[in-house]
């Protein structure tokens, strides 16, 4: 079995700050971990993947995670929040039962 | 460069209706997805299919039947529509093997009347 805990369901930041959202997840296997962002109405696009190589992956528009096998967590992080940034975010885990499991969403607000 | 592409995009029904959501994919994948998304639950899986013919259950199966009778199409059917059954659906495609990308539509919003 496997699960994901996003910790926040929403989180403000202002702009030029950085941003940190929270991944805890659970798995039986060494699972696969992504990070996927939703804008308002449209569908999901990968923001980045961890799959057994590098533990700090780096995705697109600035965004980075750490893989932490031994607190396991995967929180993303940005060093300079956007206002383009405001999405939902979500935390996924892919284990051996080749399903998907998704954390709840965090709601990702930027302050002008 | 389609993706994967999701119809109707939106559609209202009447409860006790039935209707198909279609999923199709042009990257040749083997594993094929359906999710409901609702407030504060993020994405929970209805059935999957991990190749052409083959289907299996997911997290919220109940009301929902599939078919994958070809590769590329993933067919998502309610047969008989209810209040509860008001959602957003997602398709998602993936390669076969652990640690690859899945790939999303962009959804279809369904409301039942």
């Known amino acids: 079995a496997q699960s994901v805990t996003q910790l926040d369901s929403h989180v403000s930041v202002s702009e030029g700050t950085p941003v940190l959202l929270r991944c805890n997840y659970s798995?039986?296997?060494?699972?696969?971990l992504f990070w996927y962002v939703q804008h308002p109405n449209k569908g999901l696009q990968l923001l980045l993947k961890y799959t057994s190589a590098a533990t700090l992956v780096k995705g697109i528009n600035g965004f980075e995670a750490e893989f932490k096998k031994s607190e396991t967590s995967f929180h993303l992080t940005k060093p300079s929040a956007h206002m383009s940034d405001a999405a939902e975010y979500f935390c996924?885990?892919?284990?051996?039962?080749?399903?998907?499991?998704f954390g709840s969403g965090t709601q990702l607000t930027v302050l002008p | 460069n389609a993706g994967v592409t999701q119809t109707p995009k939106f559609r209202v029904l009447k409860t006790g209706q039935s209707m198909t959501l279609l999923c199709a994919q042009d990257m040749n994948h083997e594993y094929m997805y359906w999710y409901r998304q609702d407030p504060g639950m993020g994405l929970r899986l209805i059935h999957y299919s991990v190749g052409e013919g083959t289907t299996a259950k997911g997290e919220v199966p109940d009301g929902y039947n599939v078919s994958r009778l070809k590769k590329q199409n993933f067919l998502l059917g309610l047969e008989s529509a209810a209040p509860s059954q008001t959602s957003v659906y997602f398709c998602?495609?993936?390669?076969?093997?652990?640690?690859?990308?899945?790939?999303f539509g962009e959804g279809s919003w369904l409301t039942v009347v």
């Open positions: 998602a495609s993936a390669p076969g093997g652990e640690g690859n990308t899945i790939y």
């Open positions: 996924v885990v892919k284990g051996s039962a080749r399903q998907l499991t």
């Open positions: 798995s039986s296997y060494s699972p696969s």
